[in-house]
């Protein structure tokens, strides 16, 4: 008797799974006025309001005189994105100049696809548009300059597939963030800092928390009988406005801050930044800075960028070597160097 057969395969249902890549997309222009973009100096940026895209805040930090002093982007001014929430997030972005008034593309870079993560969380274009372009750009345009970021975020699925049903999404770290509203609406407020005239309000608690300088003068030896008012001597008003932003929401200010309020993690961030922007010309001051300050980490890296002989013969012919001669220990400095400094002591 004949029997029909069946392939076993067409009567297996397979388990099914899927995985899910969102995406979250938004334009922020950087809008430059009535600026001569001249003279800023190499590495001095400007920086664009806070716009969050897929969770994240970022900034456009603009360098009129380019981020930094080397062969490949000299005569260019640079631009970057970068990520103000410090974390390690995919994008797909572009960054071009504009007309005053967006109708013209100056520039057309095509878009960078880059994964930010520490220690780096800027990523862009050194050789961002010629000076003399930009420059020529500007007078036609009344001083007015556009810089367009276009920024996509993407948002990957996990390594391994989860149940739909069963997916639990956490949301980014928001304490950061309401921190720093809470500073910005101005509740509770209980103390105003006095900084060179110009009053900072803040809440005691956490300045306290932060701090224990301000801890001590709030609520230690330190404190007066009147603590609804603190004054901050030797201090910019601009700086110590930074010192603040650092204080509630742990990100790194647009220019460093002093650590005299034993904030040693900003301490840490500034000296990881110095440490990647070592080269000829700023060596020496930065070796000289991390022994004032003993930073030990940047003082072997800047001992380490020197210790070949043709970076120090290089080194040797700038103006802050003398500071650096007077500032450091001669015979520790030969020593590290292993007697390249071609410097030798006068016979008495």
């Not at 080397?70 to 100049?97: D, H, I, P, W, Y």
């Not at 597939?161 to 999404?169: F, L």
């Not at 072997?300 to 970076?311: E, I, P, T």
């Not at 700038?318 to 220990?329: E, I, N, Q, V, Y």
Request: aromatic share 8%; hydrophobic share 35%.
């Amino acid at each position: 008797m004949a029997h029909n057969s069946t392939s076993p395969a067409s009567h297996v249902e397979l388990p099914e799974t899927s995985s899910r890549c969102v995406t979250e997309s938004r334009t922020h222009n950087l809008e430059v006025a009535g600026y001569s973009l001249d003279g800023m100096g190499v590495g001095k940026y400007i920086r664009s309001s806070r716009f969050s895209v897929g969770g994240y805040d970022w900034c456009i930090r603009f360098y009129p005189d380019g981020e930094r002093e080397t062969v490949n982007v000299a005569g260019n001014a640079s631009c970057f994105l970068f990520c103000v929430s410090q974390k390690e997030v995919r994008v797909m972005f572009t960054l071009n100049m504009l007309e005053k008034h967006g109708a013209v593309q100056v520039t057309n870079h095509r878009a960078l696809e880059h994964t930010i993560c520490p220690p780096h969380y800027n990523y862009g274009l050194p050789y961002f548009v010629e000076k003399s372009r930009l420059k020529s750009s500007a007078l036609a345009n009344n001083g007015y300059v556009t810089i367009r970021c276009a920024l996509t975020v993407i948002k990957e699925p996990p390594a391994e597939p989860e149940c739909e049903e069963n997916r639990v999404v956490v949301p980014p770290q928001e304490l950061p963030g309401d921190l720093g509203r809470a500073l910005k609406d101005g509740n509770g407020l209980d103390v105003v800092i006095d900084v060179g005239g110009r009053l900072f309000g803040a809440h005691k608690f956490m300045l306290a928390a932060r701090s224990p300088v301000f801890k001590a003068q709030l609520f230690g030896p330190m404190m007066k009988k009147d603590t609804r008012r603190i004054k901050v001597v030797g201090m910019e008003p601009a700086i110590f406005g930074m010192l603040r932003e650092f204080i509630y929401t742990d990100l790194l200010p647009t220019w460093e801050g002093e650590d005299r309020y034993g904030l040693n993690r900003l301490k840490l961030m500034c000296e990881e930044k110095l440490c990647e922007s070592i080269d000829v010309e700023t060596v020496t001051t930065t070796l000289a800075l991390a022994e004032q300050h003993n930073c030990e980490v940047l003082k072997k890296a800047c001992l380490k960028f020197m210790s070949s002989q043709r970076v120090m013969d290089a080194v040797g012919k700038t103006d802050g070597f003398k500071h650096l001669m007077a500032s450091c220990p001669l015979l520790n400095l030969k020593k590290n160097l292993g007697d390249k400094t071609g410097v030798t002591k006068k016979s008495r």
